[in-house]
């Protein structure tokens, strides 16, 4: 919701005066209660830096995603296109704020974390809560207009994320996110329902390639911040494995996406035109490469600094990968 505060201003002879009557046309001083009560830009900023908007986006670029490999771009509509983005986006975002309100405390202790919105006390638990409940709803709600199933895979993915992972997995086993991976799964498996009204082998493929690549990317930055996690007790894998350990199971976990994304573009590519597939799946195989290296520099030093280069990395491989998935389809 957005706040629009105007200011009207009389020269001459005219002037406010101030009073309750003209506190009630709109023009309540700066210093009164009517505008103290109005939330600051930087205050609405920080409410929604605990929506986590970028992992909200990268979510609902998935579900998009997967709608064009579902229907294509000419079947469409944007009916569909903006109840998913608008769900996906509430959804995810309430989760993010849920998860912020239940690891408040732990995050007031890590360098990573402590100067985010709650923990440095720029807004309130319950706030980001109230946030979170709300947003998770709506999402919730605003998908039942696409289908029910979009709704139940929308609902899965936001109890799988706060409960499954953040409440019961996170701070009991170093496999937190092999299992928690899962929610961002659903993601697809949401988009694909959205515009068919049911999954196929397709949606669980581009389901299972999220999963893939889940644990990877998230043990990237566990290992590159595995002295924080360490702090505060948080099992993740390179706390309890050690950095070499963890730096080979991070890159054979991304290994595993280089098979799987080829067969899954050779699965869903158009045959209608052959060079501009056959480009396309050429760059896949050079992106996959590359990103193949840095994992191997890691293995080789799993010093901080190269397992945050594979972290970042990985937050690009998803989405380039999928904009070629989609590209070659299209085509």
Do not use: Q
């Not at 986006?57 to 709608?67: E, I, P, R, Y």
């Not at 799964?185 to 397709?202: E, P, R």
């Not at 520099?297 to 491989?317: E, G, L, Q």
Request: hydrophobic letters at 55%; a positive charge; aromatic letters at 10%.
């Amino acid at each position: 919701m957005c706040v629009v505060l105007r200011e009207n201003c009389f020269t001459g002879e005219k002037k406010i005066r101030d009073t309750p009557k003209a506190w009630s046309a709109g023009l309540a001083p700066m210093n009164s209660p009517a505008h103290s009560r109005l939330p600051s830009k930087e205050t609405i900023s920080d409410y929604l830096s605990v929506t986590k908007p970028a992992i909200a986006g990268l979510n609902v670029f998935v579900g998009v995603a997967t709608m064009l490999l579902a229907v294509g771009l000419h079947l469409l509509n944007a009916y569909s296109l903006l109840l998913l983005v608008g769900a996906g986006f509430l959804a995810a975002g309430g989760a993010g704020a849920l998860n912020c309100f239940i690891e408040r405390r732990t995050d007031a202790r890590m360098d990573r974390t402590r100067s985010r919105a709650i923990p440095s006390g720029r807004i309130s638990a319950r706030g980001a809560l109230v946030l979170g409940v709300v947003f998770s709803t709506l999402g919730i709600l605003l998908a039942t207009f696409l289908n029910g199933l979009t709704a139940a895979f929308i609902g899965l993915g936001v109890f799988w994320y706060v409960f499954i992972y953040t409440v019961w997995l996170k701070p009991r086993t170093k496999w937190n996110i092999v299992i928690g991976g899962a929610a961002g799964s659903f993601s697809a498996l949401a988009g694909w329902a959205a515009v068919t009204g049911s999954i196929s082998t397709v949606a669980f493929l581009v389901a299972l390639l999220i999963f893939l690549w889940t644990p990877g990317h998230f043990w990237g930055l566990a290992l590159a911040k595995s002295s924080e996690y360490a702090s505060v007790n948080v099992p993740m894998l390179p706390v309890v494995d050690g950095a070499r350990t963890s730096a080979v199971y991070t890159a054979l976990s991304n290994l595993a996406l280089f098979p799987f994304t080829l067969a899954l573009f050779a699965l869903t590519a158009s045959t209608e035109n052959v060079l501009a597939v056959g480009v396309l799946g050429v760059a896949l195989i050079a992106f996959n490469a590359r990103f193949l290296a840095a994992n191997l520099k890691m293995i080789k030093n799993p010093v901080p600094i190269n397992a945050w280069r594979v972290f970042k990395m990985s937050i690009s491989y998803l989405f380039v990968i999928l904009l070629m998935l989609v590209a070659a389809h299209l085509f």
